[in-house]
């Protein structure tokens, strides 16, 4: 039995890594989708019947509690997933299991508010709107953007917010394959720069809506005016993971501190950027 952790690619080993360190001697199974990586510019049902796939080679290698550390999936796939496929796998598995996405987190991070909470909305005049004096910038990909998630979530919670999210098409594909950091760093300045001309200034604090931009975390801040709050999605998911098992004793989880790391494209080891990142070269085994 073990804690799953499923990304498109090598962006979630981002929050893998901080899991790991928080829960280490519990048993994980990470699963890469590289064969269809990345999931930004797919379509909506294409994320969704993707994403299920994973989730059930995730359950067949033992996952009782999978996090899904890819936002583009938790975005679009999740809820389908909750609401109508994880009972019926869960009575099929005959075992307590869930899946869980990051979005949640990160936003209970950028508000400072927990998910049960809502704004008040009540009947206000033109005169007494409240104007947003904070602005959250969100870095992601095009199908995260498209969801609208992090507007519509964090305007829930926090109506003195003012939430622009930039797509970064590309980017995760360029990080994935391990491109040379000065090409990932003109890309990252690009859209730093293009969000700051959209929203006529830079950003009070930024998320990065992607796992993978995570690995490049440094080129960000570089980016952005120095001392910017960014919300690093790792800890919030590790934090919000911590309460839920706490709530939640009937998983089992394993206690031998296995590592297994799954791919469904080519298996070996992965780019340079990878290895640097995680600390040491780091091989995929075929999913």
């Avoid at 104007?131 to 995260?144: L, M, Q, R």
């Avoid at 003109?186 to 993978?212: K, S, Y």
């Amino acid at each position: 039995m073990a804690i799953g952790v499923f990304d498109s690619g090598v962006g979630g080993l981002t929050v893998h890594r901080e899991l790991t360190r928080r829960f280490h001697d519990r048993d994980f199974v990470y699963l890469a989708d590289q064969a269809n990586a990345p999931y930004g510019g797919r379509g909506g049902e294409e994320i969704v019947d993707l994403t299920r796939a994973g989730c059930e080679r995730l359950f067949e290698a033992g996952a009782n509690v999978i996090v899904l550390a890819c936002n583009t999936a938790s975005a679009i796939a999740l809820r389908r997933l909750q609401q109508s496929w994880v009972p019926e796998a869960r009575a099929r598995h005959g075992r307590p299991i869930n899946v869980l996405g990051i979005i949640v987190p990160t936003i209970e991070a950028a508000t400072g508010m927990p998910w049960a909470y809502e704004a008040e909305r009540s009947a206000r005049s033109l005169g007494d709107k409240i104007e947003a004096i904070d602005v959250t910038g969100v870095f992601c990909t095009a199908a995260t953007a498209m969801s609208r998630v992090y507007e519509i979530e964090i305007d829930n919670r926090r109506e003195d917010l003012a939430v622009f999210s930039e797509p970064c098409p590309g980017l995760a594909g360029l990080i994935e394959l391990g491109a040379p950091a000065e090409e990932l760093r003109v890309v990252v300045e690009d859209h730093v720069d293009a969000l700051r001309r959209r929203i006529g200034r830079h950003p009070d604090q930024a998320i990065l809506g992607c796992t993978h931009y995570e690995m490049v975390a440094d080129l960000f801040a570089a980016a952005l005016p120095p001392g910017t709050p960014v919300i690093h999605q790792p800890t919030a998911v590790a934090d919000a993971l911590d309460r839920y098992f706490q709530r939640h004793p009937e998983y089992d989880l394993g206690g031998s501190g296995r590592r297994d790391f799954l791919t469904t494209g080519r298996a070996g080891h992965q780019s340079e950027l990878v290895s640097q990142f995680w600390g040491a070269p780091l091989s995929f085994q075929p999913a």
